[in-house]
């Protein structure tokens, strides 16, 4: 069982990282392989919209730090996608990201887009922001969750949505901890 996570947070010990951490800790108690992939501290590039990957399905020809976890994204089992709210938005990292799962959706004759990846994968997601109101961002979240996730045949297992990060971190919030673990068990496929 192996468990990748996209952290677009630049801040390695803020609120993101601490959820993912946490789901990542919830499927590593199952026995998970996990990894964490800092989209801001690793040299990661932007699409070049080449639309090779149009003919070469399932292939980015972009060569950066980020090209082998593409790779590793068809052959893992759970993936989650987790970063701030930007300027009332996902924050920019996450859309470099997203942009290259691009090459994953397969355009069809008839219209419309397969997915490249194997079925059977389950994604999460975390979402922070300083606002108080849940569903303040809840576009920008339905809009990771269907580009990034369910568009490429992924079932979702869970999502935390962190508000008043200013006033209430993640780190020191203990039920939301336990819930993103919970969260980490599901994805590995136990609970
Ligand atoms: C440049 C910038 C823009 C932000 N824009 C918003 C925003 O539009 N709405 C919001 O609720 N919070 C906003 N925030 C607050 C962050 O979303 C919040 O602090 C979040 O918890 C940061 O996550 P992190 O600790 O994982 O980095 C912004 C923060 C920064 C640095």
């Known amino acids: 069982m192996r468990i990748i996570a996209f952290n677009g947070s630049p801040r390695k010990n803020g609120n993101t990282s601490a959820i993912i951490r946490s789901i990542l800790e919830g499927a590593a108690s199952t026995g ?69 799962l691009y090459s994953f959706y397969i355009p069809q004759p008839e219209g419309g887009y397969k997915s490249a990846l194997p079925p059977g994968k389950r994604f999460a997601m975390v979402i922070s922001q300083g606002a108080e109101e849940p569903e303040q961002y809840k576009k920008s979240a339905r809009w990771l969750a269907g580009m990034a996730g369910t568009g490429l045949g992924m079932a979702e297992v869970g999502r935390i949505s962190h508000i008043n990060s200013h006033i209430e971190p993640a780190r020191s919030n203990d039920r939301l901890l336990e819930e993103a673990r919970a969260i980490g068990r599901r994805l590995a496929g136990r609970d």
Do not use: W
Request: with cysteine; aromatic share 6%.
């Open 32 to 100: 998970a392989d996990t990894t964490e992939v800092l989209l801001h501290h690793i040299d990661m590039k932007g699409c070049m919209g080449c639309l090779s990957c149009n003919e070469k399905h399932g292939q980015c020809a972009q060569k950066d730090a980020l090209k082998p976890y593409l790779e590793e994204m068809k052959t893992c089992d759970g993936v989650v996608f987790g970063c701030p709210i930007y300027m009332y938005r996902i924050a920019g990292q996450m859309k470099l990201l997203v942009d290259r």
